[in-house]
């Protein structure tokens, strides 16, 4: 069955950088665009970034564009968020998502997140 | 960028009412919309996508209507596992967007 792990998250200082990783198994990975979504502390989803199958194109929020960086790795079915110039908004719960059918069906499995906090 | 307003932002209910949730976007994006359901401390959950298609296994008290710029998610008998937060989210264009949220609470 379809299973993604976010890994890499922590607590980084404000300018600071790091790495997450969402490693992604039960599904032929290099076939799909991937996601990456985040929800700060008693808030609601928030839309990071998107990459297609084949890594040829990627889509950013606002909020992110400059700094945070999506990429993958098909041979070894796994999807990455480099995020850097970290702020104290970006804590949250990062998750990455895909969607089955269409990139326009909906984010049908997701990852169970993996935890941000930016703080000095 | 598309911006979605989902209205209410807070929802009192009873075991066994009609809820709706409405979803209404800042632009036409046709039918290209998802709903889901999302419990404390879990991933969020699809429920809806295309406007109106249930998910797999999603439980039929579940629809889901509308087109263009006006959406609704209903349930038609709530029952206590219904009781958490309800999101839209757009995929008609990049960047995706989400609502902010429905939290449909025991009345």
């Known amino acids: 069955q379809v299973h993604l792990a976010e890994s890499g998250g922590g607590v980084v200082q404000p300018g600071g950088s790091l790495r997450l990783s969402c490693a992604a198994s039960?599904?032929?990975?290099?076939?799909?665009?991937m996601n990456w979504v985040r929800q700060a502390p008693g808030k609601g989803l928030e839309w990071l970034a998107f990459?297609?199958?084949?890594?040829?194109?990627?889509y950013y929020a606002d909020s992110v564009k400059g700094r945070f960086t999506i990429s993958r790795d098909n041979s070894e079915n796994t999807l990455f968020l480099q995020m850097n110039s970290l702020r104290s908004e970006d804590t949250a719960v990062y998750y990455c998502a895909y969607d089955p059918l269409t990139v326009t069906s909906g984010l049908a499995y997701w990852g169970q997140g993996t935890l941000v906090i930016v703080s000095s | 960028d598309i911006q979605l307003t989902q209205s209410p932002s807070f929802l009192s209910a009873s075991v066994g009412d009609r809820v709706t949730i409405t979803c209404r976007a800042s632009q036409s994006i046709s039918h290209y919309l998802a709903w889901y359901q999302q419990k404390p401390g879990k991933a969020p959950e699809l429920l809806i996508y295309a406007a109106s298609t249930l998910q797999g296994g999603v439980p039929s008290r579940f629809s889901g209507s509308g087109s263009g710029t006006e959406f609704t998610l209903t349930i038609s008998s709530l029952q206590p596992e219904d009781f958490t937060t309800y999101y839209c989210?757009?995929?008609?264009?990049?960047?995706?967007?989400f609502g902010g949220g429905t939290k449909v609470e025991i009345k």
């Open positions: 039960g599904f032929n990975f290099r076939s799909y665009g």
């Open positions: 990459i297609r199958f084949d890594g040829s194109k990627n």
């Open positions: 989210q757009q995929l008609s264009g990049y960047p995706l967007t």
